[in-house]
């Protein structure tokens, strides 16, 4: 069984420190670390801070200029998911990892439907609507009480991502934002690094409403490593499991993936990559059965793509 896991930063990282190698490196995520804990596919995040939508877009396609080097430099592991069945071919081989290319943030696209088609085009296949702050489409977390929720061209973008194929991520958005996508979407959504707020009352984390909203959805949420988004102070990794026996206990296992947001923030809960190996094992511990481990590790975060990955 090979793990999936919905959120990393790597790439966007190794553009601001001017240089990096995915096939080994001293951050969180590198592919030989991957393969040697059995994950078998990973979402890339291309990651801008809000500014100007042309100098967003232009940071965009610098992140996937790299990301394009880097698989060509590693072409006999790492392959780019375009539709399902490169997932269907691929996920059961040792030596392979897929690549989920993801846009964390829409100001790329300005207001302009043909850059989210051109991205597309480029290998684009999630997209996260907001990062923490109000943008064209939709309001983030940061915003709060004041969440406008999912503006008229927000709505035009997520019919378009649905018809093109591209998976929407509601993770950093606003609660309204959050509900009136739900409201909008036909497909499956996924919230690819967030916790429980019941567990631990973050802004970032969904509150039990939502957890419920996501499932009958049929989306899932991806449990994140970041340490402010599990336990308050210093927490481990029992701290972590604990949010996905909060959520397995309220909406049932089929809606939980993992998300790690590996080199996404300085203080995460595991080592890195690597610490995946430990997980099948750790799940057991739980309490969990063999069926719904291999769900959250990988059949999960498969269901939603097999459903929108053309």
Not at 106 to 115: Q, R
Not at 138 to 160: F, M
Request: glycine share 10%; proline share 2%.
């Amino acid at each position: 069984m090979k793990i999936i896991d919905l959120h990393c930063d790597t790439i966007s990282l190794f553009l601001a420190l001017k240089g990096g190698k995915l096939i080994a490196n001293e951050g969180h995520f590198d592919l030989r670390r991957a393969l040697q804990a059995g994950v078998g596919l990973q979402f890339f995040s291309l990651f801008s801070p809000p500014d100007d939508s042309g100098v967003v877009l232009r940071r965009v396609l610098k992140q996937l200029e790299l990301f394009y080097k880097e698989m060509e430099s590693n072409k006999d592991i790492l392959y780019l998911v375009q539709n399902y069945k490169d997932i269907e071919t691929n996920i059961n081989k040792a030596d392979k990892i897929g690549g989920v290319l993801h846009l964390e943030g829409a100001e790329a696209l300005g207001l302009d439907i043909d850059i989210l088609h051109l991205l597309y085009r480029l290998g684009l296949r999630s997209l996260g609507l907001t990062w923490n702050k109000r943008n064209f489409l939709a309001d983030g977390v940061e915003e709060g009480e004041g969440d406008g929720g999912l503006s008229r061209w927000g709505r035009q973008v997520v019919k378009e991502a649905n018809k093109l194929g591209i998976i929407i991520d509601l993770s950093h958005i606003g609660e309204k934002s959050f509900y009136d996508v739900l409201e909008a979407t036909d497909k499956p959504v996924m919230v690819t690094h967030a916790n429980a707020y019941a567990v631990c009352p973050h802004r970032r984390n969904l509150k039990d409403v939502q957890l419920k909203a996501l499932s009958q959805n049929k989306g899932i949420v991806g449990i994140t490593q970041v340490s402010d988004f599990v336990k308050e102070g210093k927490p481990e990794v029992d701290d972590l499991l604990f949010h996905i026996v909060y959520i397995a206990d309220l909406i049932g296992c089929e809606y939980i993936a993992l998300g790690s947001d590996f080199d996404g923030a300085s203080d995460i809960v595991m080592s890195g990559i690597e610490d995946y190996a430990n997980w099948e094992n750790l799940l057991r511990k739980k309490g969990f059965c063999p069926k719904e481990i291999e769900d959250i590790l990988q059949n999960n975060a498969l269901r939603v793509m097999r459903e929108i990955l053309k």
